[in-house]
């Protein structure tokens, strides 16, 4: 990392990937057998590093320059300690084949680390619902509640209107206002696209939802109803 004397601030390494560390539940549910450790990637950010070199959703990675990922935490860490423009080489977890890219490190943007403020959809605008997960009533995004929620238009997905307290979504930490983007990496175009891929999820198994929530995505793994 370039020292405050030469920049006359702190310049860390930055790839464009938003992380999460992987669970025993999450893992399960992306039916990786026997990795038990990463940062699981839950959004790339356009023309990024990340994505120039090749970086999906949905992709662990497990290590960088040979030393072994442990979470979320530990990759930024080990990224942001990097120069910007040296290269890393990233290795990654594709649904269970091993694959390592080279990613040229860009400067992290000022303010990139900062959270996305809390929105909730307008009370005015009412879409045709649909339920899904045993309690989860979700709608079509309307362009009410793409300016509610300051989604841009490459976001889509089903908005989730209502749920139940008590239903494995709402114990999963989804809530209104969060967009349901895909589910076992399916991608959702809209609330009946949710409804026709619930309908063929199998019972007894947990299932990835990819979801946008306060500003980012990320990964979440519900249990069976």
Do not use: C, H
Not at 62 to 81: H, Y
Not at 84 to 100: D, Y
């Amino acid at each position: 990392m370039q020292s405050l004397p030469e920049k006359g601030r702190v310049v860390r390494g930055y790839i464009g990937a938003s992380v999460q560390t992987l669970t025993s539940e999450l893992a399960e549910a992306m039916k990786l057998k026997g990795q038990l450790t990463g940062a699981l990637v839950s959004e790339v950010t356009s023309k990024s590093p990340a994505e120039k070199a090749g970086t999906k959703t949905g992709d662990v990675i497990t290590a960088v320059n040979g030393k072994k990922v442990g979470d979320a935490r530990e990759l930024r860490l080990m990224i942001g300690s990097l120069a910007p423009g040296t290269n890393a080489q990233i290795e990654v977890n594709r649904e269970g084949q091993s694959k390592t890219f080279t990613v040229e490190l860009a400067e992290m943007p000022a303010g990139v680390a900062e959270e996305g403020a809390e929105a909730s959809p307008e009370e005015s605008a009412q879409p045709e619902k649909a339920t899904v997960f045993g309690g989860v009533a979700v709608a079509d995004i309307t362009d009410e509640i793409r300016n509610a929620l300051d989604l841009s238009k490459d976001i889509k997905g089903a908005v989730i209107a209502e749920i139940d307290a008590g239903s494995p979504a709402a114990k999963a930490g989804l809530r209104e206002g969060d967009v349901i983007q895909e589910v076992n990496k399916q991608p959702v175009k809209n609330a009946k696209d949710l409804v026709a891929i619930s309908k063929r999820l199998k019972p007894n198994e947990k299932t990835l939802i990819r979801v946008w929530s306060q500003g980012r995505s990320g990964f979440v793994a519900l249990e069976p109803k």
